[in-house]
């Protein structure tokens, strides 16, 4: 991956003085997703941390190059039937059903996400009507478990995200 090079463009980046180092930390990822695969945002996604960076969720959403079964992962892992962000589970049922995401190359089961039965009302809480569509299986390659991945990062970026942390922190 390209980490190191983008790396040295960025370590050469002062931090503005309203500027957070999570702050800093999400820019730096979203400048580096766009150049990895398809294939590897699904990894990211079975394994995100759904507490941070939020914009890498929400940059996937918003791109056409996303596929479909790691749309439709997001979807399921943001608690459709039960999100306070009806306006994140809105956007994607939106695109999802006005087939703005072509690709399908993946495999998806909302039935069965590593035995998880994701459309399966287990609470009396709120419950939102789900389209149909959005219950179905999307067909294609299984992707396999990410190995090494940090909260949904992977490795060479988690490490580069170290050495920015032991760069910036001082």
């Known amino acids: 991956m390209a980490f190191k090079t983008e790396a040295e463009k960025i370590l050469n980046r002062k931090l503005r ?19 990895l695969s398809p294939e590897t945002w699904h990894q990211m996604v079975m394994e995100w941390n759904w507490d941070s960076y939020s914009s890498f969720l929400n940059w996937l959403i918003k791109n056409p190059k996303t596929d479909k079964a790691t749309v439709l ?7 459709p039937r039960y999100n306070k962000d009806f306006g994140l589970v809105e956007k994607i049922e ?17 039935k069965d996400d590593v035995g998880e039965d994701w459309t399966v009302i287990s609470s009396d809480s ?13 067909e294609g390659k299984k992707i396999a478990e990410p190995n090494d991945f940090i909260e949904g990062i992977p490795p060479g970026m988690h ?4 050495e920015l942390f032991e760069v910036y922190e001082e």
């Open 73 to 79: 992962m997001i979807y399921w892992k943001s608690a």
């Open 17 to 35: 003085d309203d500027e957070t180092l999570d702050d800093f930390f999400e820019e730096v990822l979203l400048k580096l997703i766009p150049n």
């Open 94 to 110: 939106k695109q999802y059903l006005n087939g703005f995401y072509k690709q399908s190359n993946f495999l998806f089961n909302p």
């Open 159 to 162: 490490n580069l995200f170290q």
């Open 126 to 138: 709120y419950d939102r009507k789900i389209p149909d569509i959005m219950l179905k299986k999307v």
